[in-house]
């Protein structure tokens, strides 16, 4: 194991308040410097200031569902935010059955887990009536663009060599590509990889999700 990694036996997923939120960004720095490893300038510098991100997450939390993910000493270690409200400057069409993510964001601590396409997962087979799910993603990160086409998502847009056509210039909107796929069928048992429990029964209910 390399040195400063963790090791959580168990994941508990909850709602986000606003107390999660200074932890939300932090989760979202620590896999910024990661990512300037990488290659990418996906979050560099907070989006299009530290107060409009801020802003951002505590509208997340007003206009649709944030959830959080601990691991067992009670440290977040993921976090995504998911509406049924489009971002209508992104999409063009608004259908009634589609779920969009937003600041799925996965820690590195529990790399290697496949946590971030689990909550992919359950995020669009939870919510009753959808049946595909949306994201928007940083537009030249071709990693991350390999990660959803490897899960199965799809371009919304592209020109005729195949590669991603962004829906908004960088400046403007800085995760402009676009991908989607099918909701597939939701298994209630975890891979062991994950150990993964949701908090209360009521927790998919409160927005006519699915708990069964």
Known sequence: MCDGAMTHDALIIRSATEQ???AIIELIDRRAAWLRTMGTDQWARPW?????????????LKCGKTFVVAGDDGALVATVSITRRRNPSLWKD???DAVYLHRLVVDRTVAGRKLGGHLIHWAGAAYLGAQRIRIDVWSDNPGLHAYYRDIHFDFVETDASGAPVPALAKEEWPSG??????VEPYLTTWPESVHF???GDDLLSELGWRTR
């Open 48 to 60: 299009p200031d530290e107060e409009g991100r801020a802003l951002r997450i505590r509208e997340g």
């Open 197 to 199: 429990t949701p908090v």
């Open 177 to 182: 590509v676009l991908l989607e796929k099918v």
């Open 20 to 22: 999660d939120i200074p």
């Open 94 to 96: 608004d259908p009634a």
